[in-house]
């Protein structure tokens, strides 16, 4: 991503499935990502961490948000032949290479 972008990406975290359900993540995250924007990115000035704009977003429902997610792609693209991958081209060519193999075709 363009560096003029990373602002954004920082004011945008959304967290997502059953592994951010544990107790404290989101604040934790926060706390480590701070941090290192501070030695990384700040250089150690503090005065700069103010200017840091950060927002994680932890929704109560999120440990099923990849699923859904999932489901709202494949209902939309179910009549996009195109976009989908055979059992058979999976079975005969291994993951990887079908994926590769069905997208260059495209």
Do not use: C
Not at 27 to 45: P, Q, T
Not at 46 to 55: C, D, G, I, P, T
């Amino acid at each position: 991503a363009d560096i003029d972008l990373r602002a954004n990406f920082y004011k945008h975290i959304v967290l997502s499935g059953g592994t951010t359900m544990f107790r404290g993540l989101p604040s934790r995250l926060e706390k480590e990502m701070k941090n290192l924007w501070l030695n990384r990115i700040a250089k150690g000035d503090e005065k700069r961490l103010k200017k840091f704009k950060l927002n994680i977003e932890d929704p109560p429902r999120r440990n099923n948000m990849v699923f859904l997610g999932g489901s709202v792609l494949a209902d939309i693209m179910k009549d996009q032949n195109e976009f989908w991958l055979s059992k058979k081209e999976f079975d005969e060519k291994g993951s990887e290479r079908a994926i590769k193999e069905h997208h260059k075709n495209k």
